[in-house]
């Protein structure tokens, strides 16, 4: 795997950002009715279905969205459904809200925390329904008739002491108080609720009176009593109208209701009782001073502090938005970020404020003050009130141990997280990396997070300043890309932070994708997809051909293909090698919004706005399945390739089976409350991930039919590595060595101490033994008067002892005959009981016999019926083996077919280029015959073509030397590394023989030393390597550099390949202007002819001469220029003979260029292992 360079970052154990680890998780109702719906209810149903195991997310604005269902269970609407989470344990329990559901509006649990009420919204209509949470898992005990529900859904509910009414209330203005007898599904009563605006209502029982309902809203506070079918107003309202948002019970009488002006009011049976006004809080000047400091030296957030101290300036006015009554009390919160406690007094202030809790501020936040303002929602107790969570207006949940008093004396406490940090906007990225365990996400919210889908845990979070659209993490998990609004940022995922690696000026890059090798990563930036190298991180290659916006990306498992799908109904399948459009499917009419790739790339899985899934293979649709009403949105294939899952447009996972099916065949399943934007599958088909524009994540385990986890041939090791910065380590480092220092220093002193301690304590024992001494003294004569007055109360003891020991003697003797008349009637009675009892023994011990002989019965009948079943799954076994032994035949013959092809292919390529060879040739020799035609030429030519040979001998002699000289360095390299094998072999017996002396210290010590000084010492020899596994390291990086070598020699095979293609080219077209030429000279010598006579004189005259210079030396040849002249026909065999050489020369550089071919497959593979001895078998071989 070839990585980016990591400055000042290294390599360490990762440490997880959890609290906790996760149990493992069960979906409530994935086998239920409430779990999943079915598309066909056929026996041909789809053969895997899905269990959500962890569910990341919390729904907004859901009264009552968060309560108790157990000590350490908390319960709180996400997706379109509601997840029972347990606080140690740390597993989730989903259960799916009704078909068709488009989320969770309000919920409440019981007192006896054995039901809970939904109110959803299913198919534009209302609905309630009461879920029993005592089963496992949790079933729908009861819906509540549709017909007589009116026609806006239930904002607030809530249960009748005893668990058999509920109430459920519409929002305002018109707004409807309704009484429901559910177990019966009986409506008891309803009443109108007049408003004069509208705002946030909601409803409530007495904590101990059955028929009394409290309802409270903008402009009223009013509380009903039920009675013989109806709802009756018991309070008249007085003075000013208020808009309280919220209220809780304290007793039978009293009610506290918050307002949206700060004001708490007590009402005891329904009269105004106690007032009062709470102030707005700002938060801790410690808390504000942290933040400000970490916000500050954060390196990755540039903008000042200014603008968030000028708004944090500007007070509020104070609203009380949630309170929850407990033991002592009650809870409220007056501010964003803080929740105030109130503990009852007897002082003439009924209620007073005793602590203030605050959010903690995120310091991975951009805007960290911000972070701890959030509005708070919903405040709830856990049956013991240890522990108090809250949800706000982001989505968050928190949760508070609540302290003893002794314990709380700090006026301000902190929340702290109940699970992790959530998305609180739309998801729009998530991908999964090969090495690890983990998902990224990013949001609309600005944030980035890396979860771990084994453990169930956040593990790293880091929010900034502008909108992330698209996230994907490198196959090492190492690293991720975001594209940003502004760029694309390359981050590396640290120890404990993320760190900006390297920026791109993509603008808004809505798409992005690591390939499966990680050396490469695609960015779509406008309709260009642009491929840049993860090593260099240079741009490549840019693929243009779509005309709309890119929606989705895919790479082949080899990254050899690129597939990709755009707004306008083209789906494109690129080449990366070429850059070039392979295939293409294009349907104007549907906008794709995701696709998929099969394993073996040859299959594309799209989806869009035509509410159909289409299967594309060869440029064309070759099956499409229906989505019955809704738009798919997502789609994954599973690496198996036997399993497709679809996210729809209303937050629900359908999974079928591959090949698709022809009919409605598939398990659908309620999941998210709003559109699924990414999914996928993990690298051992056993995790399906979605997430959705409601910002919740769901993670799903895949089984088979019969409850089974599909298994796999080996169990998927994972990497433990992660990056830490060079500057972290020296902090912590010098952080160490300051505290030793300290400890040091505190353990002096505390020694000092501890000496002065004891001189102390010396002298504190010398006086408590002067004084110890005294008082024995004292207690020795307080000693013998006691003892005396003992004396005499013993001899008085002694005596009342003998009349007692008489008077018992006398009572003894009377309770012995009393006893044998009672041991005489008690033992007849006995002799009737043990008759009685041998009667019952008998009939018992038949009846023992009679159950043994049909307990042997059932057990043979069960014996047979269990065989009869092992005998039929044993004939299933042998014919899946009979099947898999089919397929590795079909296998073989199809292997054997791909070889027989390649050979016939090589045949073909050698008998196109024997025919090649074939065709120079004859135009070679027509060439040959047309030059002998230019021996007629005149002088001048002659002389100038005689001149360009000569520059060419002269060029090939100078070749030649170079390479002569690069054969001498071969050869001198290849006598090196013999030298050096045989080295290596001497060192090696003579290792061996000293191994032979391992008994013998003093040989074997000698014999080491005697190596050390023959090889050792030597100037010339070679130290290898004293540790295998720096041998492995470096064996590893060369490897390593060969394989980059090996890549860049590809790319320089296919550009030479280009350039003797050009040069081929241009030969031939010189060729042709050569013919050309010759043609036009034929066309002068016929006008020349009158001047053939004039011409053959001087020709016999220079024949003459060049007689006389043949006879001369070579060096005057060379020398002179009079006698470089050749007789014409001898001339002229000499350019034939050049220009037969310079055709040799090309025919040797294509054949140079056919074995590069030839051995070009191998680049592809693998390098082979380090294996010193096979190496040097083979080169003395």
Aim: hydrophobic share 35%; aromatic share 8%.
């Amino acid at each position: 795997m070839l990585l980016p360079p990591l400055p000042a970052a290294c390599a360490c154990p990762r440490r997880r950002f959890r609290r906790g680890r996760g149990r493992g998780c069960h979906g409530d109702g994935s086998s239920g009715d409430s779990g999943s719906s079915s598309g066909s209810s056929s026996s041909s149903m789809s053969a895997v279905v899905a269990q959500p195991v962890a569910v990341f997310g919390c729904r907004p604005r859901v009264a009552g969205g968060v309560c108790f269902v157990e000590d350490q269970v908390v319960l709180h609407a996400a997706g379109a459904g509601c997840l029972r989470l347990h606080l140690e344990q740390k597993w989730h329990k989903f259960i799916p809200g009704t078909e068709k559901s488009r989320g969770v509006q309000a919920l409440a649990v019981s007192p006896n925390r054995r039901y809970l009420a939904v109110s959803e919204t299913v198919a534009e209509q209302p609905s309630l329904t009461v879920y029993e949470l005592s089963s496992v898992p949790a079933r729908r005990r009861r819906t509540l008739a549709s017909a007589e529900l009116l026609a806006r859904e239930a904002v607030s509910l809530a249960f009748s002491p005893d668990c058999r009414y509920l109430a459920a209330a519409t929002a305002p203005p018109e707004g409807h108080l309704t009484c429901w007898l559910w177990e019966k599904q009986r409506l008891m009563a309803a009443v109108r609720v007049e408003a004069p605006g509208s705002g946030i209502c909601q409803v409530s029982f007495s904590p101990q009176d059955n028929a009394q309902v409290c309802i409270t809203g903008n402009g009223f506070f009013k509380l009903f009593k039920y009675s013989e079918g109806t709802l009756k107003q018991m309070n008249l309202q007085k003075g000013e109208p208020q808009n309280y948002l919220c209220h809780a019970w304290l007793s039978k009488e009293e009610v506290i209701c918050g307002t949206d002006t700060g004001k708490l009011i007590l009402f005891e049976t329904g009269e105004l009782h106690w007032e009062t006004s709470v102030e707005y809080k700002k938060p801790p000047r410690e808390l504000e001073d942290a933040a400000t400091k970490e916000y500050e030296s954060s390196s990755d957030v540039s903008c000042g502090l200014a603008s968030e101290d000028n708004g944090s300036q500007q007070d509020s006015s104070p609203q009380i938005s949630a309170v929850a009554a407990y033991s002592k009390g009650f809870a409220c919160s007056s501010s964003p970020g803080v929740v105030l406690l109130f503990e009852k007094t007897k002082e003439k202030e009924v209620y007073k404020e005793r602590q203030e809790i605050w959010l903690p501020q995120d310091l991975f936040s951009s805007e960290p003050k911000q972070s701890g303002r959030q509005d708070i929602i919903c405040i709830c107790f856990s049956p013991s009130e240890e522990t108090m969570v809250v949800n706000t207006n982001k989505n968050q949940l928190y949760m508070f141990t609540m302290l003893s008093p002794d314990l709380m004396k700090e006026k301000a406490a902190y929340f702290v997280y109940l699970n992790f940090p959530l998305h609180s906007a739309s998801i729009t990225g998530l991908d999964i990396c090969t090495w690890k365990p983990i998902l990224a996400t990013c949001s609309l919210d600005r944030s980035v997070r890396i979860w771990n889908y084994k453990m169930n845990t956040l593990e790293l979070y880091k929010e900034y300043r502008e909108e992330a659209y698209t996230v994907s993490l490198h196959p090492t998990g190492l690293f991720c890309l975001v594209g940003f609004s502004d760029k694309l940022r390359f981050i590396s995922l640290l120890y404990e932070d993320m760190h900006v690696f390297k920026e791109f000026a993509v603008r808004k890059c809505r798409e992005c994708s690591f390939s499966n090798g990680g050396h490469l990563f695609a960015a779509i930036n406008g309709n260009v997809i642009q491929i840049y190298s993860s090593i260099t991180f240079e741009n490549i290659n840019n693929l243009k051909g779509h005309s709309g916006k890119i929606h989705a990306v895919k790479w082949s498992a080899d990254d050899a293909k690129f597939v990709s799908c755009d707004t306008h109904g083209a789906v494109y399948e690129w080449n990366l090698l070429t850059g070039k459009r392979e295939s293409e499917c294009v349907l104007k009419s549907c906008i794709y919004s995701s696709i998929a790739l099969s394993s073996d790339a040859k299959i594309i899985f799209a989806v869009g706005s035509d509410q159909t899934l289409k299967e594309i293979s060869e440029s064309s649709i070759q099956h499409e399945v229906p989505a019955y009403g809704v738009v798919y949105t997502a789609v994954a294939v599973s690496h198996s390739g036997h399993m497709v899952f679809v996210g729809t447009s209303l937050g629900t996972i359908r999974a079928m089976k591959y090949p698709l099916p022809l009919t409605k065949d598939f398990n659908e399943y309620q999941a998210h409350a709003g559109a699924v934007t990414k999914m996928s599958i993990t690298n051992d088909d056993l995790f399906l991930l979605t997430a959705s524009e409601d910002g919740s994540i769901f993670i799903w385990k895949v089984y088979d039919k019969g409850g089974g986890i599909l298994k796999w041939e080996k169990e998927v090791e994972y990497a433990e590595e992660v990056l830490i910065m060079r500057s972290d380590i020296e902090e912590k480092s010098q952080a160490m060595l300051d505290l030793q220092i300290r400890v040091k220093e505190l353990q002096t002193e505390n020694d000092y101490q501890l000496h002065l301690k004891d001189m102390y304590c010396n002298e504190k024992i010398k006086e408590l033994e002067e004084n110890f001494t005294q008082e024995i003294g004292s207690l020795k004569s307080k000693h013998q008067i006691l003892q005396a007055e003992k004396e005499k109360q013993e001899l008085q003891h002694q005596f009342q002892l003998s009349e007692l020991m008489n008077k018992q003697a006398r009572e003894v003797q009377q309770l012995e005959s009393d006893s044998n008349q009672k041991l005489l009637m008690e033992n007849e009675k006995y002799q009737e009981l043990q008759v009685k009892s041998q009667r019952m023994q008998d009939e018992y011990e038949k009846q023992l016999h009679n159950l043994e002989e049909s307990k042997s019965r059932a057990v043979k009948e069960l014996t047979e019926y269990y065989e009869e079943k092992l005998h039929e799954k044993s004939v299933l076994l042998e014919e899946a083996e009979e099947d898999m032994r089919q397929q590795l035949k079909a296998h073989e013959e199809i292997k054997k077919q791909i070889e027989e092809d390649e050979d016939r292919e090589i045949l073909e390529i050698k008998i196109k280029y024997e025919r090649q060879l074939l065709e120079e040739k004859e135009s070679n020799l027509q060439l040959k015959g047309e030059t002998g035609v230019m021996n007629k030429r005149m002088e001048g030519e002659l002389e100038r073509f005689h001149k360009e040979s000569t520059q060419l001998k002269l060029n090939i002699t100078q070749l030649q030397q170079k390479l002569k000289a690069t054969d001498h360095e071969m050869r001198r390299e290849r006598q090196k590394k013999q030298n050096m094998e045989a080295l290596i072999k001497r060192f090696k017996t003579d290792l061996h023989n000293c191994v032979g002396f391992i008994q013998d210290s003093k040989k074997m010590k000698d014999g080491i030393r005697e190596l050390y000084t023959k090889y050792v010492q030597q100037s010339d020899t070679v130290q290898t390597e004293a540790v295998d596994t720096d041998l492995q390291q470096e064996y590893a990086r060369q490897r390593a550099y060969l394989e980059r070598n090996l890549a860049t020699l590809k790319k320089k095979v296919v550009k030479d390949q280009e350039v003797h293609q050009a040069a081929y080219t241009r030969i031939v077209q010189e060729n042709v202007s050569l013919i050309k030429e010759i043609n036009d000279l034929r066309q002068e010598l016929k006008v020349a002819h009158m001047q053939v006579h004039d011409l053959q004189s001087a020709l016999r005259l220079t024949k003459k001469k060049t007689a006389i210079q043949d006879t001369a030396p070579v060096s005057e040849l060379l020398s002179s220029p009079a006698v470089l002249r050749l007789n014409a026909e001898k001339e002229s065999e000499k350019i034939i003979e050049m220009q037969q050489l310079e055709i040799q020369y090309l025919r040797d550089q294509i054949q140079e260029k056919r074995q590069a071919l030839a051995v070009q497959p191998l680049l592809d593979g693998n390098l082979p292992k380090l294996n010193l001895e096979r190496s040097h078998k083979t080169q003395q071989q």
